[in-house]
C-alpha cells in the first residue's frame, strides 16, 4: 500500500471512529492500531525466550456484509506478535460475531498462554497442542498464536510456508469474490467492482436466488459459485434449483442446507451435477470423516480450524477422502488471508477475498492478480507491516 493512501485508509478509519465518538484526541494512534483507550497498547505475557503479544483492532468493512442471517459493517480481530530472538512472527484471530468469539473471549484465552514454557519454537506440534488443550473452543484465538508461530518459524528457517510444505507457488487457484445478498443495483455494482475476478461467490438463501443470480448474469459471465449459508431447507427444491444454477454457470454449491440436516445432504450431494461443499458443517479435523459421503468437498479455514496445522492435516484427510478443498477465509487483514494462501496450491478452489473487503488493512501480502492468488517468496506467511 502507498503511504499516500495508508494515509487516506487512517483518517477514514479515524473518522469513523471519531463519528462513533471513541477516538478522543488520540490521533498519535499508529495506523496499525487504531483501537481507543487502555486496549491501545500491546498486551505483554511475561515470557522467557518465546514471547506473545496482541492487541485488539476493528476492521472497517468497504460494504455491509450480508449473510442469510446477519448483516454487520466491522469485523473485530485480535493481532497476535510472538518473538523469539529478536524474530518476530504475527498472526491474527478474526471473530465475525456470529461464532461466538469476542475482544473478550479471545483476551481471556490468551491471557493463559505462557509460551515461556517452551524454549524452541520449532517444537510446534508439542507448543499447538498445549495452546488447544487449555480451554474448547476459542479457534480464533488458537488461530492468532497458531498463524505467528508459523510466521516466526518460517522467518527463522529463512522460508515461505509454501516452499517448506513443498508446495509450487505457481498451482494456486483463482479465488472467488463474494457478493453479499443485497438490492439489484448494489449488487451489479459490486460485481462491477469485482472487475479482473475469475469467479464470483454469490451468497443466496434469502429467497430471490434466481433474482440473485439474473442481477449477477445480466452484467457478467464469469464463472460463479453460490454459498446458501444453511439457507435451503428443502431436499427437493434445493435439488430443483442447483439443476437450474448449473445452467447458469455455476461450478460448486457451499452449505445448501442446515448443517444437522446430514441425511438430506448426503442424498442432495448423490443427485447434484454440481460439488456440494461444507462450511458450517466442519470446522476441525475431527468433523470430517462424519462428512465423507455426505458432502463432495469441505471449506477449510484457519479461523475454524485452529489454524495452519491444522488446516494442513484437514486438507491431507480430506484429500485421502476424495474430497475437493476450497481454501477459505473470514473477513480479515492481509495477515490472515497470506497464511492461508500458503495452503492454496493444493487445493481446487481458494475464497481468499477477505483483506479486499476492509479499508484498513495493516499488513501487505498475499495479492490476487488477475483473480489469480498470487504469493510472493517473503519467509513465513509472507507479509509485511504497513508503516
Ligand atoms: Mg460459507
Not at 456470529?98 to 519454537?121: I, M
Not at 498463524?147 to 528457517?157: N, P, S, T, Y
Request: charged share 25%; hydrophobic share 40%.
Amino acid at each position: 500500500m502507498s503511504s499516500q493512501k495508508s494515509r487516506r485508509n487512517f483518517f477514514k478509519t479515524s473518522a469513523a471512529f471519531a463519528a462513533l465518538g471513541i477516538y478522543g484526541n488520540s490521533f498519535g494512534l499508529s495506523l496499525s492500531n487504531p483501537y481507543p483507550g487502555k486496549m491501545e497498547k500491546w498486551n505483554k505475557i511475561k515470557g522467557g525466550k518465546i514471547k506473545l503479544r496482541f492487541k485488539p483492532y476493528e476492521l472497517q468493512l468497504k460494504h455491509a456484509f450480508t449473510l442469510a442471517s446477519s448483516s454487520r459493517t466491522t469485523t473485530p480481530v485480535m493481532l497476535t506478535e510472538i518473538e523469539f530472538e529478536g524474530n518476530i512472527g504475527y498472526g491474527e484471530a478474526s471473530m465475525p460475531p456470529y461464532l461466538g468469539e469476542s475482544h473478550q473471549t479471545a483476551t481471556k484465552f490468551l491471557n493463559q498462554v505462557k509460551l515461556d514454557r517452551f524454549s524452541d519454537p520449532f517444537r510446534m506440534e508439542e507448543i499447538l497442542e498445549y495452546v488447544d488443550a487449555l480451554a474448547p473452543g476459542n479457534p480464533a484465538a488458537k488461530a492468532s498464536i497458531d498463524i505467528a508461530l508459523h510466521d516466526l518459524v518460517g522467518k527463522l528457517m529463512n522460508q515461505p510456508w509454501h516452499r517448506i510444505w513443498g508446495f509450487s507457488k505457481e498451482n494456486t487457484p483463482n479465488t472467488s469474490f463474494t457478493i453479499g445478498i443485497d438490492d439489484k443495483e448494489v449488487v451489479q455494482k459490486k460485481v462491477k467492482e469485482a472487475g479482473p475476478m475469475k469467479i464470483l461467490k454469490i451468497k443466496l438463501g434469502r429467497g430471490n436466488d434466481r433474482e440473485m443470480i439474473n442481477w449477477v448474469r445480466s452484467v457478467t459471465d464469469v464463472s460463479l459459485c453460490v454459498d446458501v449459508n444453511q439457507g435451503w431447507k428443502d431436499k427437493h427444491m434445493a435439488l430443483d434449483l442447483i439443476h437450474w444454477l448449473n445452467d447458469q454457470g455455476v461450478i460448486f454449491v457451499e452449505q445448501p442446507m442446515p448443517k444437522e440436516q446430514l441425511d438430506d445432504l448426503a442424498w442432495l450431494t448423490g443427485e447434484s451435477p454440481l460439488p456440494v461443499v461444507a462450511d458450517e458443517s466442519v470446522q476441525r479435523l475431527k468433523d470430517i470423516m462424519e462428512l465423507h459421503g455426505v458432502y463432495s468437498g469441505i471449506n477449510v479455514k484457519l479461523m475454524k480450524s485452529t489454524g495452519m496445522r491444522e488446516a494442513f492435516k484437514m486438507i491431507n484427510v480430506a484429500k485421502a477422502l476424495g474430497m475437493k478443498i476450497l481454501m477459505g477465509c473470514m473477513t480479515e487483514t492481509s495477515c490472515g488471508v497470506s497464511a492461508a494462501a500458503q495452503l492454496s496450491p493444493v487445493t481446487e478452489w481458494a475464497d481468499l477475498d477477505g483483506n479486499l473487503l476492509i479499508s484498513n488493512d495493516p499488513f501487505t501480502g498475499m495479492k490476487v492478480i488477475d483473480g489469480k492468488v498470487t504469493l510472493n517468496d517473503l519467509p513465513g506467511i509472507g507479509i509485511s507491516q504497513n508503516l
